[in-house]
């Protein structure tokens, strides 16, 4: 296991945390082992459980040499994720309770919203998506700043703030909802008036629309109405040979011939107004009219 060493002469767990509580839990009589609880040992049991000796592995020095030495050990096969090795840098009272409410069992965050976060919260991953979001992306200098704060008051808000939000914008949860960046489509329409009714019907009509590709990306396109979220399914190769002769070559706009491998499949009439993914609403355009044309 591998313990920081924190600057109040305290340690932080960074790797084994599961296996460490559930010693202690054993030890506490949480749960039993062979149909014995703890204090059903006998006494030399009892003394031998509790004398017996850890491996540990205790990290000391600057940011940067935790930083350095632990990434050694995760070449070396302890295969600790990004975030743990984050938590060894930046160890202390912040942490600490941030990790109570986003990374251990039964922890507030999965109980409230683990239905929308993917990753596994045991492996700092629920912890890591949350500053990911309070942070604009910027984890190390955010973890920076509060590492020495007493408590993680500034996050745990922040995320339930998020889920009420999510509930409050969406009236029925989908698989789909799982895993998406709510943080900053959050931050950036909090405070617009929504019609959830409206939005309701909307989503119905996407998840049945076979050329949506991404029904995940759903809920980022009827907030931000940009269809690039939601990978509007593309011409076949034979679609586009079948256009390609049909127009003799020639693009549909500038009437230039071309190769087939210089030219494009085009939604006649574009799928946000109406057009569907079909033969007869398919073009070929040269690339440099159809990204005029798409405004790319």
Known sequence: MYWAVREDGNFEIIDGQQRTISLCQYAKGDFY???????????DKQDAFLNYRLMIYLCSGTASEKLDWFKVVNIAGA?????????????GPWLADAK????RKNCSANN???QYMNGEYERQE???????WRSGGKIEEYMAQHQHDENANDLWPYFQTIISWIEATFQTYRKEMKGIGWGPLYDQFKDEKLDTGQIEDRIKKLLEDEDVSNKKGIYAYILTGKEKHLNIRAFSDSQK???????DGKCAICQETFDIAEMEADH?????????TLP???????REDNRRKSGK
């Open 33 to 43: 082992r062979h149909g014995l609880y703890f204090d059903n040992l006998p006494d």
């Open 79 to 91: 295969e600790l994720s990004d975030q743990e090795l984050r938590n060894a840098v930046y160890p």
């Open 100 to 103: 109570r409410y986003f990374s």
């Open 112 to 114: 409230l919203g683990g």
């Open 126 to 132: 629920f912890l890591e998506t949350i500053i990911k």
């Open 241 to 247: 040979r079948e256009a390609y002769e049909r127009q």
């Open 268 to 276: 006649i009439t574009p799928w946000h107004a109406g057009g569907k």
């Open 280 to 286: 007869e609403n398919c073009q070929i355009l040269c």
